[in-house]
């Protein structure tokens, strides 16, 4: 039995049978499989071998035809490997009689010939590197086949992988992925986000858990502890089978709130929200009692293909999720494309900086065919319902003209045509760029709402990456500067009769409900299944303590002493979160 902690994401415990997804970045492990699966390890080689060569071949091809015959000879060799009955026979007799993964064989075959290029003269030493790249690709091919038949499960697991991306967690079948633990990850990266969306227990920031567990081993997941158990003994498993049982207990208890009123002790209403990423999800913000969606990303109706959405797509999905709402507020964010969230074609040219690059608002200004398509959609599926247009990662106040005078120009183009549309939808931006949120009094005089972002205001204020797992302890909206910033932007927002939310992942926290209240945020939109838990605090608490619980907070220094006077707080409100 081996037991690793990692950072609990989505909460919820699995137990079940293991596939583990190599990266073809990465050290690829010794990993068996049953005697009788050689045959099927040696299907999978046979396809990526024959998909790589393809793949080289049209490479070759668009290289004859751009630069020259003689500059296309050098994809001869990476051919003359994937045709090496030599090589081909060690792949083969690497998976019989080690009974391991084609991945092992190809990485461990190929890292041997790597080898010996590199012990002969200079001119064929040089060679290495393509011997490197028919592995990479090779990896890749391979592995991409092991992702994609997550999309066609027969039977439950939990997967492991060292990372996925946003669009790999949503494509997943749903009924039989039972759990996720990554390598890679924090608390706030969009895998998370998804996971916790789908109802997937998960955990990240594992570092090597690919390394302890083999496809077929037993595992089990807590995502409330962010413990991963691999081989687990009976006694064990028992115990987490009653943990399973006992978090059931307390989300089921919650259920009474939902037809509730957000309401403080002392008679404040609140308002709460939820954070779609499907329109289907509409169901569970009303089921858990959200009044809303008070953040739809819209960019999960482009990930994880090539084609874009028509403009009938995006129609069709706002049309949804509208009348799923029913009077509720809709608050459509237009696509926050780019950092982690990319397109398959996006992959294949990754930016230096993703994060610091050409994402969101900044690509949709950059392709307005794009950005036009989505503000017709919007436009046209709002003639009924309370729907507000939000515009993401705004950085700076030309971007937001350049923005509405699209929106200007579009509501323009509809008239012309006489398509029944919304003419004047309110806008209003993320607040999740510091440059902004120290603006806010300019942008207040331009907008109709804010919406902060902490999961991304806290990255780029602190300078921390928000999904990898090495300083995901440094990554805390706990900071003071961080609270600094959520304070005046509030302020800002009620001093200028500017609508505030706030949608980052601590809106779902209970630890944070206190702080936000007392510092003055009336509207809250998290992830569907927290809204229970935060109204349960609200209904808890009064605003006086709640006032309180902000100015002892201001007198802090450091995250850590927020952190623990919060988690404090909120043990003593509400002592039957903590029930371990
Ligand atoms: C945020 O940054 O806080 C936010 C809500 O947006 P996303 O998590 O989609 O980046
Ligand atoms: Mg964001």
Redesign the pocket.
């Known amino acids: 039995m081996i037991q690793k902690k990692g950072i609990g994401v989505s909460p919820g415990v699995a137990i079940s049978q293991v596939v583990v997804i190599d990266n073809e970045d990465f050290d690829i492990p010794e990993r068996h499989v049953p005697v009788d699966h050689a045959q099927n390890e040696l299907d999978r080689l046979d396809q990526a071998i024959s998909f790589s060569k393809q793949e080289i071949l049209d490479l070759q091809k668009r290289t004859v035809e751009r630069i020259g015959k003689e500059a296309a000879s050098i994809f001869d060799f990476h051919l003359g490997l994937l045709d090496d009955k030599v090589l081909y026979k060690k792949f083969k007799d690497t998976i019989h009689s080690g009974h391991v993964t084609a991945e092992y064989a190809v990485a461990t075959v190929l890292r041997a010939y790597a080898r010996e290029f590199l012990a002969m003269p200079q001119y064929l030493a040089e060679r290495v590197k393509d011997v490197y790249d028919i592995e990479k690709k090779l990896l890749r091919n391979l592995t991409g086949q092991s992702r994609q038949s997550l999309a066609h499960l027969t039977r439950d697991v939990i997967v492991i992988a060292h990372d996925m991306t946003p669009s790999q967690t949503a494509g997943m079948d749903r009924e039989h992925i039972k759990g996720i633990a990554t390598d890679a990850g924090g608390a706030?990266s969009?895998t998370a986000?998804i996971a916790r969306a789908l109802g997937i227990p998960a955990v990240v920031g594992l570092e090597d858990i690919t390394t302890l567990a083999t496809g077929g081993d037993t595992v089990i997941i807590d995502g409330v502890h962010g413990t991963v158990i691999v081989s687990p003994g009976d006694e064990t498993r028992k115990q987490y089978e009653k943990l399973a049982r006992q978090q059931v207990e307390f989300v089921h208890s919650l259920d009474a709130l939902q037809e509730l009123p957000a309401v403080t002790k002392d008679g404040h209403h609140i308002t709460l929200l939820g954070?779609i990423e499907f329109p289907e999800e509409v169901h569970a913000v009303r089921n858990k009692g959200g009044e809303g969606v008070g953040?739809y990303?819209t960019e999960f109706l482009f990930l994880g293909s090539d084609t874009e959405p028509t403009e009938e797509d995006h129609y069709q999905a706002y049309r949804e999720v509208i009348e799923l709402c029913e009077d509720g507020p809709v608050i459509i964010?237009t696509l926050?494309l780019g950092?982690d969230?990319y397109t398959q074609s996006r992959a294949r040219t990754p930016e230096r900086n993703p994060f610091l690059g050409c994402r969101s608002i900044r690509f949709c200004l950059q392709n307005l065919p794009l950005f036009r398509r989505q503000i017709r959609a919007i436009l046209r599926a709002s003639t009924d319902g309370d729907v507000h247009m939000l515009f993401?990662l705004v950085s700076n106040i030309t971007e937001l003209r350049q923005a509405k005078s699209l929106v200007r120009d579009v509501a323009e183009d509809l008239e012309e045509e006489g398509v029944p549309h919304r003419h004047d939808i309110p806008i209003g931006i993320?607040v999740?760029v510091p440059s902004t949120a120290l603006q806010a009094d300019a942008f207040a005089k331009e907008v109709d709402f804010f919406?902060?972002?902490?999961?991304?205001?806290v990255?780029y204020t602190l300078a921390v990456d928000r999904g990898n797992e090495r300083v995901a302890p440094l990554f805390t909206a706990a900071h003071p500067a961080v609270l600094r910033l959520i304070r005046e932007v509030i302020r800002t927002g009620q001093q200028q009769d500017v609508s505030v939310s706030l949608?980052?992942?601590i809106a779902g926290d209970p630890e944070y409900t206190m702080l936000l209240l007392g510092l003055g945020l009336r509207r809250f939109s998290c992830t569907p299944s927290a809204i229970p838990e935060v109204k349960k605090v609200i209904r808890s608490v009064t605003m006086q303590q709640s006032l309180e619980v902000a100015r002892q907070v201001s007198r802090f220094d450091s995250d850590k002493e927020i952190t623990s006077y919060l988690r404090a707080v909120v043990r003593k409100v509400l002592p039957e979160l903590y029930n371990e």
Do not use: F, V
């Open positions: 706030t969009h986000i954070n953040l990303r964010r926050d950092a969230k993401p993320m999740e919406s902060i972002g902490t999961n991304d205001l990255q949608c980052g992942e």
